[in-house]
């Protein structure tokens, strides 16, 4: 069983940055591909970034250029790193394996004002 965390949300205004970060615990057999994925109110959840266990990244077209993933020195630890944000990259933001196999954890609020 795996227990995700997600932290590093809140409200910026267009044009800010925010660090978002992820920490997966428990049983963890193998290094995953991990991932960023954004669920906005009345919208699907939506895959943001992902990043394979060799550094290669994946980025939605909204957010290439503004978004940076990256893994941490621990296998089961992710950041997402968000710059220039825009009034529509509000969401909730979650971190999973790619493709999901875990539960999702609780989530973490970023709301950009304009």
């Known amino acids: 069983q795996v227990r995700l965390v997600e932290s590093g949300g809140g409200l910026v205004q267009a044009g800010g940055s925010l660090r978002l970060s992820c920490a997966a615990s428990?049983?963890?057999?193998?290094?995953?591909?991990m991932g960023w994925y954004r669920q906005a109110p009345g919208k699907q959840r939506e895959v943001v970034a992902h990043?394979?266990?060799?550094?290669?990244?994946y980025y939605t077209d909204s957010v290439k250029g503004r978004f940076t993933i990256t893994r941490g020195g621990a296998k089961n630890t992710v950041y997402l790193q968000m710059n220039s944000l825009k009034p529509e990259d509000t969401a909730v933001y979650f971190c999973?394996?790619?493709?999901?196999?875990?539960?999702w954890g609780q989530g973490t609020q970023v709301t950009v004002s304009s």
């Open positions: 990043i394979t266990t060799y550094g290669t990244t």
């Open positions: 428990g049983s963890i057999f193998s290094v995953e591909t």
């Open positions: 999973n394996s790619y493709p999901v196999s875990w539960a």
